[in-house]
């Protein structure tokens, strides 16, 4: 069975575009493609969406580009620079590249979300910097800053440094929203860069801009492109903002889909998800359920994102790319069943739980219990069989065995094949065959309680091994 990959940990958007974004890619011509534009047409057309005189905007090569027409130019060795300590990873890679002074301002954990240590930011801006970067809403963490701590923050930064203002997710909040307009206005030293990439979904386009304020672009010593900008990428990205209901109707149903999601994160026992104004969430995994949950993604074709990779600090820190409803079935149903397998805790017991995957996929946490009165040890399992799996044929031949499901699954005894769904049980007597098999996409979640236990006492096909 085939299973179709989910591509949850990527930062792009998992929904489709508009009908004129894809007409305008089919309507490209040979002009199109032939012809330099020296004079960009995207830039009347943002300017007119702004209010903001388009000799203060610029294009670029997707905020990254953005990044590097302000870093390449005013950093270099020993140059201070202010980045936030858990954001956006790329600002720190390239600030280190040219050497540059790297202060950085923290965070507060309020555990149902992030925010900016507003009073350590303000105390590094007493210090000179030629460049603070701040990230609203933040990346990775998802988080935005108010309209009050952003204007503190501007007051607060001397004229002199440049502020670059990342707003690569902008688009999906509700709350927060700044009037950029009005704050390049206000603020002379202020750049606002948006891309294309996330609300609009055109990441292989590789467009951004920038909104500058007064002073922007004599501090990064601006020079137009000499030969004009992708005229596809502008063709294409002036049919997105000509589509706005589209990609509004998009982010309604990723802040419906977050909403359903993060429910059911918190009902995970020792599960943690943030509040994110992005199109992800963040659910932070217990440490003990980390590597199996990345383990069992894979074997379930579904990608997460460990944000370990980006920052020491977020070890066990997941984001999780919002998808279509169906996909985000899938993508609880992984989380719940790594749960559940963990889950199992016995009263009036000090039997050890031991978890290992089999040969054959599926993840057992076992429990061997003692019996006083009749000495023989009772087998308590907990079984996880990942999308497309099974438990393959065997039997035991001096053992009885309950399966209690709480999943759906297909069940095969002596030949006999059946769905058994979520509260059924079957009852398997010694020496009968039997298989289990998984519906496609789903995890097989169920408990087999075994007497007396023999875990050495099976035949059949696969004769599994304890390790």
Excluded at 172 to 193: C, G, M, Q
Excluded at 397 to 413: G, I, N
């Amino acid at each position: 069975m085939v299973i179709k990959m989910i591509h949850a940990d990527k930062d792009e958007l998992n929904f489709p575009p508009s009908i004129k974004v894809t007409e305008a890619l089919s309507s490209c011509d040979i002009e199109t493609l032939s012809r330099y534009q020296k004079d960009p047409l995207m830039l009347e057309v943002l300017a007119k969406k702004h209010g903001v005189d388009k000799e203060r905007i610029f294009l670029e090569q997707g905020v990254i580009g953005v990044i590097h027409r302000v870093f390449d130019y005013i950093l270099s060795p020993q140059t201070p620079v202010i980045l936030p300590e858990l954001g956006f990873p790329y600002y720190h890679k390239l600030a280190s590249h040219h050497k540059a002074k790297i202060t950085t301002f923290s965070f507060h954990d309020k555990q149902n979300s992030f925010s900016y240590n507003i009073i350590d930011l303000l105390d590094k801006l007493q210090h000179k910097s030629n460049v603070l970067v701040l990230i609203d809403p933040e990346g990775p963490l998802g988080f935005s800053t108010s309209n009050n701590d952003l204007q503190k923050i501007l007051e607060a930064t001397p004229e002199e440094t440049l502020v670059l203002l990342d707003q690569t997710h902008e688009g999906f909040r509700e709350d927060n929203v700044k009037d950029i307009t009005s704050l390049v206005n206000s603020f002379p030293n202020l750049l606002v860069a948006r891309a294309f990439s996330k609300f609009y979904g055109l990441a292989g386009v590789r467009i951004a801009y920038a909104l500058c304020g007064e002073n922007v672009k004599e501090m990064i010593n601006f020079n137009e492109r000499y030969l004009g900008f992708d005229n596809i990428a502008q063709q294409v990205a002036t049919a997105a903002l000509d589509s706005e209901e589209h990609y509004k109707e998009n982010a309604q149903i990723i802040r419906e889909e977050k909403k359903r999601f993060n429910l059911a994160i918190r009902e995970l026992p020792s599960y943690r998800v943030l509040e994110t104004d992005n199109h992800s969430s963040i659910v932070v995994v217990p440490e003990n359920q980390s590597l199996f949950l990345r383990e069992q993604a894979e074997a379930a074709g579904i990608a997460i994102r460990h944000l370990g990779d980006y920052h020491d600090k977020l070890t066990n820190f997941y984001r999780v790319t919002m998808c279509p409803s169906d996909e985000m079935d899938r993508i609880i149903d992984l989380f719940e069943s790594v749960s559940w397998l963990y889950d199992l805790d016995v009263k009036n017991s000090n039997a050890a739980s031991v978890i290992n995957t089999r040969d054959a996929g599926y993840t057992v946490n076992r429990k061997e219990i003692h019996c006083e009165h009749s000495n023989f040890l009772m087998g308590l399992h907990r079984l996880i069989v990942p999308p497309g799996g099974n438990v393959p044929t065997h039997n035991h031949p001096d053992q009885d065995e309950l399966f209690e499901f709480h999943s759906r699954a297909y069940f095969e005894l002596d030949g006999n094949r059946f769905e058994v769904q979520p509260g059924q049980w079957v009852n398997v007597k010694p020496g009968q065959n039997h298989y289990i098999e998984t519906l496609p996409n789903r995890f097989a979640r169920f408990i087999p309680l075994r007497f007396p236990y023999q875990p050495e006492k099976v035949q059949g096909v696969y004769n599994p091994t304890e390790k």
